[in-house]
């Protein structure tokens, strides 16, 4: 990967701080490295943003990215510029090339790339909370790829999102899409934006949108999920259903 950047890639960066978007992380430093963490994780602080010469936006990543997916990422990007740079298509016929690629993209992601596009606990939990307060969100699976919000369905979004901590914490969870997946599915609505009409906050906006305290500031961080850490996860979350479904209906026996 790093051999591409040296050769292929015009590596810049922008501080962001002042966006309405980001978030609030404490006890990062702009030379700090993310150890152990998820790909997506940290969207409204940290955008990767490939762009083609003159300026138009082939590929975005919200959040940090494993460098093996981080790879695979840049590699659709240069076929999408090749697609941008071809005379013989017309604009209609690239923008279809590009939502198609980008789709094909997730679907050919391999396990280990899905397993690292797991939601986080709190991010995952405030997605439950958007649902719950009744705000389309298209991180849900099944759900439509969102088209960017109209000022009218933004200002309603808002006025719910107002309401996020009178949520139960133990909302009614609902099945979401890997990050991966919706990563994709995002860009495939973004056919070659110039950059500087990309919309940034909608695309980022999932999860928390201020959040983590960074209470592992010694880079202890965490680790990376593993299919057979995962069986584990899951095994321990369906014993744990299956325990409250237990104690709910000897409490509904004990009603009657």
Do not use: C
């Amino acid at each position: 990967m790093f051999s591409d950047l040296k050769n292929n890639w015009v590596v810049a960066w922008r501080n962001i701080i002042t966006e309405d978007y980001v978030g609030d992380s404490h006890g990062y430093t702009q030379e700090d490295t993310a150890i152990g963490t998820t790909n997506g994780a940290g969207p409204t602080n940290t955008q990767i943003i490939m762009l083609s010469p003159d300026g138009v936006v082939l590929h975005a990543l919200p959040g940090f990215w494993h460098a093996e997916d981080l790879a695979r990422e840049m590699k659709l990007a240069k076929e999408l510029w090749a697609v941008w740079k071809d005379t013989s298509l017309s604009r209609e016929q690239k923008d279809k090339k590009f939502a198609s690629m980008q789709i094909e993209a997730w679907k050919n992601h391999p396990q280990a790339t899905t397993l690292r596009s797991r939601w986080q606990g709190f991010d995952a939990r405030n997605e439950h909370k958007r649902v719950a307060l009744g705000i389309e969100r298209d991180t849900v699976k099944g759900a439509p790829v969102q088209s960017r919000l109209t000022e009218a369905e933004r200002a309603e979004v808002e006025s719910k999102m107002a309401r996020l901590n009178t949520v139960d914490k133990d909302a009614p969870k609902v099945q979401l899409k890997p990050i991966n997946q919706l990563v994709h599915e995002r860009m495939s609505v973004r056919p070659f934006v110039k950059y500087e009409a990309f919309d940034v906050a909608e695309f980022a906006d999932y999860g928390r949108r201020y959040y983590d305290n960074n209470k592992k500031v010694d880079g202890e961080g965490s680790t990376l999920l593993t299919p057979t850490k995962l069986e584990k996860i899951e095994r321990k979350q369906a014993r744990r259903e299956a325990m409250q479904e237990a104690r709910d209906s000897r409490r509904k026996k004990s009603e009657n």
